[in-house]
């Protein structure tokens, strides 16, 4: 009873901030630009995707993906049937001067890395709550081109939330700009796996944050499944592939804290 009424309280917050947060927006806007996506993947890569039957309807959902390039936001937005939010971090210090316009065109609540970001989380549960998509990538940023353990927030909307979790595997995309120079089209391969979800959590402390590690780690599990084996890395059942990974988890930059 105590848990029904907590779930109650927080459903009726969240609704009551979800007008500053509307679901969807920028509807003309965002239309131009996934327009944009699906003619430039199919004049600059070799595009294969696979799993779209795997697509569920008509609920909230958080979309999760590896991160291994900063193409992989776009590759969402080529692939998704419905309009996408995003969380995402506040920079992008590896993507090039002549791309940072487009995640501000399209619009998305940044994460200040390091911070608690509690406007991101705010404006995700509001999104969530109106039945909205979310696209995140729990490794928080990418750096590396193995798969590295997640951060917390992914885990943390699942719970909070009751959303389900659509999983997706993303390969060859650091590879689309390389080839390009040379003349020559990338081989990209989208892999949509299945829904899965919800997930729980109970009590406080110590206890509730390895349950929300745990999730975190199933999470990328689910990804690992959808990408080659020796992309991995942390999540690899070869331990030559884990050792490899290790180190891949720190963060190389650092973000402004949160305003």
């Given at each position: 009873?105590?848990?029904?009424?907590?779930?109650s309280?927080?459903d009726?917050?969240v609704?009551?901030?979800?007008?500053?947060?509307?679901?969807p927006?920028?509807?003309?806007?965002r239309?131009?630009?996934?327009?944009?996506?699906?003619?430039?993947f199919?004049?600059?890569?070799?595009?294969?995707?696979?799993?779209?039957?795997n697509?569920?309807?008509?609920?909230?959902l958080?979309?999760?993906?590896?991160h291994?390039s900063?193409?992989?936001?776009?590759?969402?937005v080529?692939?998704?049937?419905?309009?996408?939010?995003f969380?995402?971090?506040?920079?992008?210090?590896?993507?090039?001067?002549?791309?940072?316009?487009?995640?501000?065109?399209?619009?998305?609540y940044p994460?200040?890395?390091?911070?608690?970001?509690?406007?991101?989380?705010?404006?995700?549960?509001?999104?969530?709550?109106?039945?909205?998509v979310?696209?995140?990538?729990?490794?928080?940023?990418?750096?590396?081109?193995?798969?590295?353990?997640?951060?917390?927030?992914?885990?943390?909307?699942?719970?909070?939330?009751?959303?389900?979790i659509?999983?997706?595997?993303?390969?060859?995309?650091?590879?689309?700009?390389?080839?390009?120079r040379?003349?020559?089209?990338?081989r990209v391969?989208?892999r949509?796996?299945?829904?899965?979800?919800?997930?729980?959590a109970?009590?406080?402390g110590?206890?509730?944050?390895?349950?929300?590690e745990a999730?975190g780690?199933?999470?990328?599990r689910?990804?690992?499944?959808?990408i080659?084996?020796?992309?991995?890395?942390h999540?690899?059942d070869?331990?030559?592939?884990?050792?490899?990974?290790?180190?891949?988890?720190?963060?190389?930059?650092?973000?402004?804290?949160?305003?």
């Amino acid at each position: 009873m105590g848990d029904l009424r907590a779930r109650s309280r927080k459903d009726r917050a969240v609704k009551k901030i979800a007008p500053r947060f509307p679901y969807p927006r920028r509807r003309l806007v965002r239309a131009v630009l996934q327009r944009l996506a699906h003619v430039a993947f199919a004049v600059l890569t070799d595009l294969q995707i696979t799993g779209q039957e795997n697509f569920p309807k008509g609920s909230a959902l958080l979309v999760v993906a590896n991160h291994f390039s900063f193409i992989d936001p776009v590759a969402m937005v080529r692939v998704a049937p419905w309009p996408l939010e995003f969380v995402g971090g506040f920079q992008t210090p590896n993507a090039p001067a002549s791309v940072t316009w487009i995640p501000k065109v399209w619009g998305y609540y940044p994460v200040f890395r390091g911070t608690g970001s509690r406007y991101a989380l705010r404006a995700a549960e509001a999104v969530l709550a109106q039945d909205g998509v979310l696209g995140i990538f729990p490794e928080a940023g990418s750096w590396a081109t193995v798969l590295r353990p997640p951060r917390p927030g992914a885990a943390f909307l699942a719970v909070r939330t009751g959303a389900p979790i659509l999983p997706m595997g993303f390969d060859g995309l650091p590879d689309v700009f390389p080839r390009l120079r040379k003349g020559r089209r990338a081989r990209v391969t989208i892999r949509i796996g299945q829904p899965f979800g919800p997930f729980h959590a109970t009590g406080r402390g110590r206890a509730r944050r390895q349950q929300l590690e745990a999730i975190g780690h199933e999470i990328m599990r689910r990804i690992a499944e959808l990408i080659p084996p020796e992309r991995r890395g942390h999540y690899s059942d070869d331990p030559a592939i884990r050792a490899a990974a290790q180190g891949t988890e720190i963060y190389p930059w650092a973000d402004a804290p949160e305003g």
